[in-house]
């Protein structure tokens, strides 16, 4: 990548993460505990296709008008990333009683992502069926493992140790709903399953393209190249189309969910006793 494109987007980046938090400070004030970056960026750098992964730890939840101020500055700070000049951000908002002390599955506060734009802009009231989240688990191993505080104590200081079996259960039961995106959300779900598939079977949670680089070395021949392609698309070397392989997402997810679950089945008659789950970037 042009080393010139490189820090304008690195530039980019770093003040929507800023924009965010003073957003979040500026409506909750000593009532935002913490603000943690983390994801692949942190680790892999700014790539084309990046996202900003944000969480946020606080003493109560946005109010309802708090939230619409909330929403209606965020559909300005972040961007669908097609559309280019900014980035998509992935924020989760949980009060601190909602996960200390842990239990499954965990709650919510608030979430703001692309994939809701379209009721945020609709006003939509009622967004989420449930405050349950039980990939609250995952995100909370994560932000633990490789968070960067902007605000706040250290993430293992703020946040709970995640029981090995509830992080592979919302594992688990995160990819119904991946699967049902395979044609709207191409690349994501299928960088998406790589991870997990990957976690799975390593107890290490990688980067989404060596991840997918992974799974490339263990699926049968016919599946390679649409995983190929979507790493080539996070990586910036491909259009974002997967036009020509339409007939061939579904049966690669179905043969990656299958390993999934077969994983999961198999954790059920073991005891995992103190294995833990590590970063492998």
């Not at 945020?120 to 995952?138: C, G, N, R, T, Y």
């Not at 991840?211 to 259009?239: C, N, Q, T, V, Y």
């Given at each position: ?112 992502g692309e994939w809701m ?130 007939n061939r997402l579904r ?31």
């Open positions: 990548m042009n080393h010139f494109i490189k820090a304008e987007q690195e530039f980019v980046f770093k003040n929507q993460v800023q924009e965010t938090v003073e957003l979040l400070e500026s409506l909750l004030d000593q009532d935002l505990l913490g603000v943690y970056l983390y994801g692949s960026a942190t680790h892999k750098g700014v790539q084309k296709y990046s996202d900003i992964d944000l969480f946020a730890l606080t003493k109560r939840g946005l109010t309802k008008q708090e939230q619409r101020v909330f929403i209606e500055k965020m559909l300005q700070i972040s961007k669908d990333p097609k559309k280019g000049g900014r980035f998509p951000i992935e924020l989760t908002l949980v009060e601190e009683s909602q996960v200390k002390p842990w239990h499954y599955p965990p709650k919510f506060s608030f979430q703001f734009r379209s009721e945020f802009e609709a006003k939509k009231e009622q967004i989420w069926s449930s405050a349950e989240m039980p990939d609250l688990a995952v995100l909370i191993t994560l932000v633990r493992l490789s968070g960067i505080p902007i605000k706040g104590l250290s993430p293992k200081d703020a946040l709970p140790q995640v029981p090995y079996l509830d992080f592979m259960r919302a594992l688990k039961e995160s990819t119904p709903f991946l699967v049902s995106e395979i044609y709207t959300d191409t690349r994501n779900v299928l960088l998406t399953l790589a991870r997990i598939w990957a976690t799975f079977c390593t107890d290490t949670i990688g980067s989404k393209t060596d991840s997918a680089e992974w799974a490339i070395a263990h699926l049968p021949i016919d599946f390679i190249e649409p995983m190929e392609r979507a790493r080539k698309i996070a990586l910036g070397a491909h259009p974002d189309d997967f036009t020509d392989l339409k049966p690669l997810v179905d043969f990656i969910q299958g390993a999934i679950d077969s994983k999961y089945e198999s954790l059920q008659t073991e005891h995992p006793g103190d294995r833990k789950v590590t970063l492998k970037f």
